[in-house]
């Protein structure tokens, strides 16, 4: 791995780094002072965030090259792999210690999925089957996570995550099972589908348990929705995250073919709004003005077996419709339409996190601990940011936040300065400067080129004289 660029030489963790370690392991003194964080624990923890930051990886030998002179590799690997870290703990004491230092009281919570690239032959990596790529339409393998936000007024927080795995014997049958259907053979005639395997949670599952524990750990949040793509406009999740969080508000998408029952015919809905002239109108989203087309039903679904308030939804620009159903028939259109926009955030999220935070870039713990200790440290670093006294400022002043992208090139650039001023400041900096330089040659050594051919055989690279005769364009004398 070669160093690439000079300003990710660094000395120390920084201090807003330090404090947000700190105010965890306060947090977890005071409810589980048996699993409270050592000395060590806690610099292990603030070198991986920092290193995070400033080399947008999760990778040991990395940090080695970054905290020259701090850090090895094997020290690393092994806190990571065998120290008594209370990783269970760590993700949620976090959105604790954000929610209690900008007084979130209230909030929305949106669920959504995203995919990380594995290579194919992957063997220590769990959850990695076999995905569909939306670009192309082909397919890769990878790991798949379900992710809970909260999005408040003041911030969007990651709170919680899991990795699905479909259920393999399940994805057999459904793949023999659609051969067969193509074939023409009638369902009597084909194999039964095999039982619920519940080691094996759908995604909708999975999301119903995030939003399960989140009732369970942030009970003084009030939620005023939860809002999830077409993926969870079921009845199970729509009903379900009701009784689940008490709240009478779950939005989503249905299909353009599913049924409503309209003067006692069942249409699509697509049918439906085709015959219906939608109104324009120009709402805030997002706190922003945009025009829209919608138009709106409160109406017997037969899918939910229940009555939903659906919405045709189309922004400016767009030729078709999308549908957007409701649960609570008491909301205006407007403020759903308004609700469901707030989607789009945890799709920032997911951007800035596979842009910024390591995770998505170079992350190959093995096994499911080093999955899943691995993505909570790139969200730990998400979360630190919060701390970051440029952001705080921002936040707690109630102007706009600076993007995650703006605030790690600062960091960058101040961690570099501060090996800088370290130098400078010391009593004998020349002889500083010789160490800081020997060091980096013993971690960066020089490696022989392939492209260049010096020193090795080109090949015989004439014609043979008793073979001229293969060839038309040269005489033969």
């Given at each position: 791995m070669?160093?690439?660029?000079?300003?990710?030489?660094?000395?120390?963790?920084?201090?807003?780094?330090?404090?947000?370690?700190?105010?965890?392991?306060?947090?977890?003194r005071t409810?589980?002072?048996?699993?409270?964080?050592?000395?060590?624990?806690?610099a292990?923890?603030?070198?991986?965030?920092?290193?995070?930051?400033?080399?947008?990886?999760?990778?040991?030998?990395?940090?080695?090259?970054?905290f020259?002179?701090?850090?090895?590799v094997g020290?690393?690997?092994?806190?990571?792999?065998?120290?008594?870290?209370?990783?269970?703990?760590?993700?949620?004491?976090?959105?604790?210690?954000?929610?209690?230092?900008?007084?979130?009281?209230?909030?929305?919570?949106?669920?959504?999925e995203?995919?990380k690239?594995?290579?194919?032959?992957?063997?220590?990596?769990?959850?990695?089957?076999?995905?569909?790529?939306?670009?192309?339409?082909?397919?890769?393998?990878?790991?798949?996570?379900?992710?809970?936000?909260?999005?408040?007024?003041?911030?969007?927080?990651?709170?919680?995550?899991?990795f699905?795995?479909?259920?393999?014997?399940?994805?057999?049958?459904?793949?023999?099972?659609?051969?067969l259907r193509?074939?023409?053979?009638?369902?009597?005639?084909?194999?039964?589908k095999?039982p619920?395997?519940?080691?094996?949670?759908?995604?909708?599952?999975?999301?119903?348990?995030?939003?399960?524990?989140?009732?369970?750990?942030?009970?003084?949040?009030?939620?005023?929705?939860?809002?999830?793509?077409?993926?969870?406009?079921?009845?199970?999740?729509?009903?379900?995250?009701?009784?689940?969080?008490?709240?009478?508000?779950v939005?989503?998408?249905?299909?353009?073919?599913?049924?409503?029952?309209?003067?006692?015919?069942?249409?699509?809905?697509?049918?439906?709004?085709?015959?219906r002239?939608g109104?324009?109108?120009?709402i805030?989203?997002?706190?922003?003005?945009?025009?829209?087309?919608m138009?709106?039903i409160?109406?017997?679904?037969?899918?939910?077996?229940?009555?939903?308030?659906?919405?045709?939804?189309?922004?400016e620009?767009?030729?078709?419709?999308r549908?957007?159903?409701?649960?609570d028939?008491?909301?205006?259109m407007?403020?759903?339409?308004?609700?469901?926009?707030?989607?789009?955030?945890?799709?920032?999220?997911?951007?800035?996190?596979?842009?910024?935070?390591?995770?998505?870039?170079?992350?190959?713990?093995?096994?499911?601990?080093?999955?899943?200790k691995?993505?909570?440290?790139?969200?730990?670093?998400?979360?630190?940011?919060?701390?970051?006294?440029?952001?705080?400022?921002?936040?707690?002043?109630k102007?706009?936040?600076w993007?995650?992208?703006?605030?790690?090139?600062?960091?960058?650039?101040d961690?570099?300065?501060?090996v800088?001023?370290?130098?400078?400041?010391?009593?004998?900096?020349?002889?500083?400067?010789?160490?800081?330089?020997?060091?980096l040659?013993?971690?960066?050594?020089?490696?022989?080129?392939e492209?260049?051919?010096?020193?090795?055989?080109l090949?015989?690279?004439?014609?043979?004289?008793?073979?001229?005769?293969?060839?038309?364009?040269?005489?033969?004398?």
């Open positions: 070669k160093l690439e660029r000079i300003d990710m030489i660094i000395q120390e963790p920084a201090q807003f780094i330090n404090e947000f370690i700190e105010s965890i392991n306060d947090l977890i409810k589980n002072p048996g699993n409270a964080l050592s000395r060590k624990q806690r292990f923890l603030a070198f991986c965030i920092m290193g995070i930051l400033i080399t947008n990886k999760i990778c040991w030998t990395t940090y080695q090259k970054t020259i002179g701090k850090v090895t020290s690393l690997s092994w806190m990571f792999r065998c120290s008594k870290i209370p990783w269970s703990y760590l993700l949620g004491y976090s959105v604790t210690v954000i929610i209690k230092r900008y007084n979130i009281t209230n909030g929305v919570l949106c669920v959504d995203s995919d690239k594995r290579s194919k032959v992957t063997k220590k990596i769990p959850f990695v089957h076999k995905l569909m790529e939306k670009a192309t339409g082909g397919f890769y393998f990878g790991q798949s996570i379900v992710f809970l936000i909260l999005i408040t007024p003041i911030a969007t927080i990651p709170i919680s995550f899991s699905y795995l479909p259920d393999p014997e399940m994805t057999k049958w459904k793949k023999l099972d659609d051969k193509k074939q023409g053979i009638s369902k009597k005639n084909r194999h039964e095999p619920k395997n519940f080691g094996y949670p759908t995604k909708i599952e999975i999301a119903l348990n995030l939003l399960s524990d989140f009732a369970s750990n942030y009970p003084e949040i009030q939620i005023k929705s939860v809002v999830g793509d077409a993926l969870y406009g079921t009845a199970q999740f729509l009903n379900q995250a009701q009784q689940i969080l008490q709240i009478d508000q939005i989503s998408q249905v299909r353009k073919n599913q049924k409503i029952r309209y003067r006692g015919k069942k249409i699509s809905v697509e049918e439906y709004f085709r015959k002239k109104v324009a109108r120009t805030k989203i997002r706190g922003k003005e945009m025009d829209v087309v138009n709106g409160r109406v017997h679904l037969s899918a939910h077996n229940s009555k939903r308030f659906i919405i045709a939804l189309k922004y620009g767009e030729t078709e419709y549908y957007i159903v409701a649960s028939l008491s909301w205006r407007e403020d759903i339409v308004a609700a469901y926009s707030l989607r789009w955030l945890i799709e920032v999220f997911i951007q800035d996190w596979k842009t910024n935070e390591g995770w998505n870039n170079r992350t190959k713990q093995s096994g499911v601990d080093g999955s899943s691995s993505l909570i440290l790139s969200l730990l670093t998400d979360l630190c940011l919060f701390f970051h006294p440029s952001q705080s400022a921002r936040l707690k002043n102007h706009s936040a993007t995650v992208g703006s605030l790690i090139e600062k960091i960058r650039k961690s570099f300065l501060s800088i001023e370290h130098i400078i400041i010391s009593k004998a900096p020349k002889k500083r400067l010789k160490e800081l330089s020997k060091l040659n013993q971690l960066i050594t020089l490696a022989p080129s492209k260049h051919m010096i020193n090795k055989d090949g015989r690279l004439e014609a043979t004289p008793a073979l001229i005769y293969k060839n038309p364009r040269k005489p033969i004398k």
